[in-house]
């Protein structure tokens, strides 16, 4: 009995983190506690923890005195809704939650086994850093976790729930993560933090402003998205953790739906405006063809011109990107190549069909633009689309213009599904451009040009021309996209593609 | 008979036309605007003519144009419906010009009744109560001051040319007798071409009554009882009812009689409509005789059982009314509620753009109850700026009043529309009103209920209980299908709890659940079980429950971990955890939306026509600031606070969207 009781009382040791007063003090800062955090993510009772009982093996500056078990980060594995996840959270009640050479071993274990037994890892990040008291041995910690991330990469999800500090080279280790979730005002990311950027540059700014989470939801895009607080950020990760695959070879998972893929909405016929330049949102055609309306968005709220996340059709997963009207006409510039581009990695890499809806009057000009290097930016979504092997259904609702037409998971990059609405206009350019250099000649007359613009606009502005050539499969009735769309990826769902051999390719970052 | 009948109209009341005509076997012409070639109307018609711009000056009042129409189609009679060209003696010569049947009454009533002032006269000298007023015309904003006096303040400033709320104030001092006369000509002006303004008593506790009456060709005139139309926003209809919960069979009749004498001394022949003010001791008085079919025909439709476009159409055939005033029924109790592109949270501003989802009630019987829903809209629809924001009509029959309204209020629940602001919230919560039910009206009904503006509604303890039991319930379900993904580890699945935490309206209940085949037995907070029954499944956007027997029908959205939903005015966010969520969330922090009160809003989209304060002047509280024009309407925007006005951000003449910065105060 002795023994069990001695099992408990260290348990109990190891459970209380920081101790009653720090645990206060993380509630009294509006956040949960590294334990807390894990009960909302797994199932209820279903967490099991790996290493309650590592302690550091510091010795400097008196750290040989405290050796608090489990050592500020909680590991182990669970589920959501039923499906093994590994998971890491970092307390920082204990030593402020910093990364010690054991700290970042227990990490690394679970890394470990989550890539053997093929499931995702979650990690929730809140650490004032480096251990310093550890040095060198510190930051070879996070290094072991960089090379971790990097090697799952691609292999299994690796999804960062920011939900406190993350700064200096911590950040590494979620920015090569999947998807980074945080916490408005409570969690913020930097390299460098906002009194050394005082020091250096002059510039005074607030930890909030500097690298909290609108900063990173909207300016940098370091983030994916934003929530409320802790319990909103959680119960939003396990919806995203329903969407994806356990691994890279466990396919997309699927679950009951309560939704008609042969659902007819009559309503989208009326979705493109008379006028071809005024804005629609596309949002509405997701929601439509999504199962149920139920669309995860990731970086709402970043390069607003491209709408990515996910969805489901028949219970399945479905990555979607989409042109957005609304914002920048959905020109394609850097931000939105860049944001879209990594969104259909990541589907490529889990075997997520996608779905891509167009809308595109062109790449963004300007010397903006060109000077910040949309050519390579461009080229990283033509060449994210073209390297792709999943099934890959594409829908022209209006303009497909130019190169912006051929990046946009166009026939040409092997698309395996291409529909066009009747509304679809697949063209090098707009009627009145294409015809201002076509009869250049005529430019001082009127009349003559808006002669030649009807005349370019009948003959080129409509989904027949690259019908007729076999680039678009079929023009179908926008009220039937969501049948359409289910029944082409119910026909890919064996498709088979590989790339050449090769160790890897060179994606112009 | 007619063989061919074009619509000289839009919206929901050609549409209803429409439908009276297909009935008949006569086939049906539609003109549309260039705005509205993709409308109901056009789609439901036989045959559509394009009759130019979307302004309606330029196409749906355009005389030429529609006359163009006419002769294109080959159409025997035209329909004015209401509004437009309905009234407009012109257009009816014109017709006449051409011996095309105009549906409605003769030129000369239409004439008789058009102007206010002379209508007043020839009603008293037919024998109709008349208001006490000023019979002339008012030349300027003096003049209204001095009549207003004489007459005794409250007067109300009303166009001549007037109808539908647009080019009316009422006064209660100099000063708005000043401003309103102003305002009513302005709007009178842009909206009639006719800027002749006249100034009568506004009557105390005024409910409004009106009388329909049908008249032929033979001398035959008859009324269909009343309808009463007290629950108004400034002046325009929002709710009407018939019968009227106010009168007597013996008031009844003497209305009746003195609308059919009316019309008589006009030579009336159709459909029409004398208007009552009716005071607190039902004494009534003539306001004013609309010689077109009304908005809210449907409710007398709905207790007579007379198709009343059929009969203006028989009528102009010249066939003779096939009923006699004995053969009239008044048959159980109708109700009319407006639906308009008005946000209500938005001081009931027009809202303009695409109807993303608009999923009316099931129409015909519902149990005791006949729902009707008269709309000239579809999902996928356009709202334009350019016309009416009227987009339904949702009218319920019910053996009784208390009937009927239940009916209304479990079809407005029912009522399913996106993408656009809406006042579904402020109907619902009309429907609910002790006071409405009692049927304790006026016209002031509204301005007195919602002193402060609509703000939605808060449910009572009992009804967030029932609102959090099928929450509870729903939420379980949506859970249970979670848990059923693919990927799971075998015999180690999640298990779903049937202990929850609801968190509702700042309310937190604990709700256990336990679930059978028919529903789900509910216990909120160790009270009483709650049955909750009803097919819901994850996705659906209505659930329609039941709740110990009592329906419940929400309008479901989802949001993080829980819903959004809607029910009987009440917009509520609803979160449904478990109890050990539940005790974490307690500890998360109250966060507060960002405060936009130094700034003027712009609240809906439209044409910034006047800024009344330059940066740097001081304001007091209620000074208006700026006017905006959206659909035709003139809104004065004013201060809400006092306060010194720091920048302007806008010019006049902009075009400003939804929640632009007009100004923004130091």
Not at chain 2, 540 to 547: G, K, Y
Not at chain 2, 637 to 649: K, N
């Amino acid at each position: 009995m002795d023994i069990l009781a001695e099992l408990e009382r260290r348990r109990a040791a190891a459970r209380a983190g920081g101790g009653a007063a720090r645990v206060a003090a993380q509630h009294a800062r509006g956040k949960l506690t590294a334990r807390e955090r894990i009960e909302l993510l797994l199932d209820e009772g279903s967490f099991e923890e790996f290493d309650m009982f590592v302690t550091h093996r510091a010795t400097e500056f008196g750290m040989d005195r405290d050796r608090p078990a489990g050592d500020g980060v909680v590991t182990g594995w669970g589920t959501v809704n039923g499906r093994l996840v590994y998971v890491f959270s970092q307390d920082f009640t204990v030593f402020g939650g910093s990364l010690s050479e054991t700290h970042a071993q227990k990490i690394c274990k679970i890394m470990d086994m989550a890539m053997r037994n093929g499931a995702p890892v979650i990690g929730m990040n809140d650490s004032g850093g480096a251990r310093i008291q550890e040095g060198v041995a510190s930051l070879a910690g996070y290094a072991e976790v960089f090379q971790r991330n990097v090697l799952a990469s691609g292999v299994i999800p690796q999804i960062s729930l920011v939900m406190g500090p993350c700064a200096g080279g911590a950040v590494y280790s979620p920015a090569m993560t999947d998807f980074i979730l945080m916490v408005k005002e409570t969690s913020y990311m930097f390299v460098t933090g906002p009194e050394v950027v005082r020091t250096v540059t002059n510039e005074v700014v607030t930890a909030e402003e500097l690298g909290g989470a609108l900063t990173h939801t909207r300016r940098s895009s370091v983030a994916d998205a934003a929530f409320e607080n802790d319990v909103e950020a959680i119960a939003e990760a396990r919806r995203l953790i329903d969407f994806l695959p356990l691994s890279n070879r466990s396919g997309v998972p699927e679950r009951p739906f309560f939704d008609d893929p042969g659902r007819l909405e009559p309503s989208l016929d009326t979705l493109i405006p008379e006028s071809t330049n005024t804005p629609y949102d596309m949002k509405e055609l997701i929601l439509k063809v999504a199962d149920e309306g139920d669309f995860f968005e990731i970086q709402a709220e970043f390069a607003r011109n491209i709408v990515t996340g996910f969805i489901r059709i028949e219970g399945r997963t479905v990555g979607v990107v989409a042109n957005q009207p609304m914002v920048l006409a959905g020109c394609l510039d850097i931000d939105a190549s860049r944001k879209a581009a990594r969104f259909v990695r990541f589907c490529d890499a889990f075997e997520i069909p996608i779905l891509t809806l167009v809308d595109v009057p062109g790449f963004l000009p300007g010397t903006a633009q060109e000077y910040g290097g949309i050519i390579k930016h461009g080229a990283k979504l033509l060449f994210a689309y073209g390297e792709a092997t999943v099934p890959k259904v594409t829908v022209i609702t209006r303009k497909a213009y130019g190169g912006a037409y051929d990046v946009m998971a166009s026939k040409h990059l092997r698309g395996d599904v291409n529909y066009a609405w009747p509304t679809a206009e697949i063209a090098v350019m707009g009627a009145k451009g294409a015809v201002e250099i076509l009869y250049r000649a005529e430019r001082g007359d009127g009349d003559a040009l808006a002669a030649r613009t009807r005349d370019y606009e009948a003959r080129f502005a409509n989904p027949f021309v690259a019908a007729e050539r076999g680039f678009i499969d079929e023009v179908i009735q926008p009220r039937s996209t969501r049948r359409r769309v289910a029944r082409a990826l119910a026909m890919l769902r064996g498709k088979r593609l590989e790339n050449p051999w090769k160790k890897h390719d060179n994606i112009p970052l | 008979m007619f063989s061919k009948i074009l619509i000289a109209n839009r919206g929901e009341i050609a549409c209803r036309v429409i439908k009276t005509c297909r009935r008949l076997g006569i086939r049906t012409v539609a003109v549309f605007s260039d705005a509205d070639s993709r409308a109901l109307h056009v789609r439901m018609a036989d045959e559509a003519v394009p009759i130019g711009p979307a302004p309606a000056a330029d196409s749906y009042i355009h005389i030429g144009r529609v006359m163009e129409a006419v002769r294109r189609s080959g159409a025997e009679a035209v329909h004015p419906g209401y509004g437009f060209l309905s009234e407009n003696p012109r257009f009816a010569a014109a017709l006449a010009a051409e011996g095309v049947v105009f549906i409605g009454p003769p030129a000369s009533a239409v004439e008789a009744m058009g102007d206010k002032i002379a209508s007043k006269r020839i009603a008293a000298e037919a024998g109709v109560n008349t208001v006490p007023g000023h019979p002339g015309l008012i030349a300027d904003a003096e003049e209204a001051v001095r009549i207003a006096r004489e007459i005794g303040y409250p007067v109300m400033l009303k166009a001549s040319a007037g109808g539908g709320g647009k080019g009316m104030r009422i006064a209660w001092t100099d000063a708005e007798a000043r401003e309103g006369f102003v305002a009513s000509r302005n709007e009178a002006a842009a909206s009639f071409g006719d800027d002749r303004i006249f100034v009568e008593k506004f009557v105390d506790q005024p409910r409004h009554i009106e009388i329909q009456i049908l008249a032929d060709r033979h001398g035959h005139v008859v009324h269909l009882h009343e309808r009463e139309c007290s629950i108004q926003r400034r002046n325009q209809k929002v709710i009407e009812e018939a019968p009227s919960p106010f009168l007597d069979p013996g008031t009844r009749a003497a209305m009746g009689e003195q609308a059919c004498a009316l019309a008589r001394a006009v030579g009336y022949e159709s459909a029409g409509t004398v208007e009552f003010i009716v005071d607190g001791a039902r004494n009534f008085y003539f306001l004013e005789m609309n010689t077109r079919l009304q908005v809210e025909h449907p409710v007398t439709e709905l207790i007579t059982g007379i198709d009343l476009v059929e009969q203006m159409i028989r009528i102009a055939a010249g066939e003779a009314l096939p009923f006699t005033q004995e053969e009239i029924a008044l048959n159980g109790w109708a109700m009319e509620a407006r639906l308009y592109a008005e946000d209500p949270f938005r001081r009931f501003l027009p809202s303009t753009g695409r109807l993303t989802r608009y999923r009316p009630p099931p129409e015909g019987p519902q149990g005791s109850a006949i729902v009707r829903n008269d709309t000239g809209v579809f999902e996928g629809g356009e709202i334009s700026r350019f016309y009416d924001p009227m987009i339904a009509k949702l009218c319920t029959w019910a053996p009784t009043r208390r009937e009927a309204a239940a009916a209304m209020a479990e079809a407005l629940d029912a009522f399913e529309v996106e993408g656009i602001g809406h006042n579904l919230p402020f109907l619902s919560a009309v429907m609910k009103h002790p006071r409405f039910l009692e049927g304790r009206l006026t016209t002031a009904f509204i301005a007195e209920e919602w002193p402060d503006g609509f703000k939605g509604v808060e449910p009572d303890a009992e009804a967030l209980r029932r609102i959090a039991a099928a929450a509870a319930a729903m939420w379980r379900v949506a859970e249970i299908r979670r848990a059923r993904i693919s990927g799971r580890l075998d015999n180690h699945e999640r298990r779903v709890g049937s202990e929850w935490v609801v968190e509702v309206s700042g309310c937190r209940m604990t709700a256990s659940l336990s679930a059978d085949r028919d529903g789900t037995s509910v216990v909120i907070d160790s009270g009483p079980t709650l049955r909750v029954e009803g097919a819901w499944l994850p996705g659906q956007t209505l659930a329609r429950l039941r709740v110990d027997d009592v329906p419940l029908t929400l309008k479901v959205a989802k949001a993080p971990g829980g819903f959004r939903l809607r029910t009987g005015g009440a917009d509520l966010r609803v979160h449904v955890r478990t109890p050990r969520e539940a005790e974490l969330a307690a500890l998360m922090p109250v966060k507060r939306p960002p405060d936009l009160s130094g700034s003027l809003l712009c609240p809906m989209p439209g044409l910034l026509t006047r800024l009344m304060v330059g940066e740097g002047d001081d304001v007091e509280e209620g000074q208006p600031l700026a006017t905006v024009e959206a659909m035709k309407m003139e809104n004065t925007l004013r201060a809400e606070r006092s306060g010194r006005i720091a920048r302007l951000l806008a010019r006049e003449g902009d075009t400003l969207a939804v929640d632009q910065v007009i100004l923004t105060f130091a």
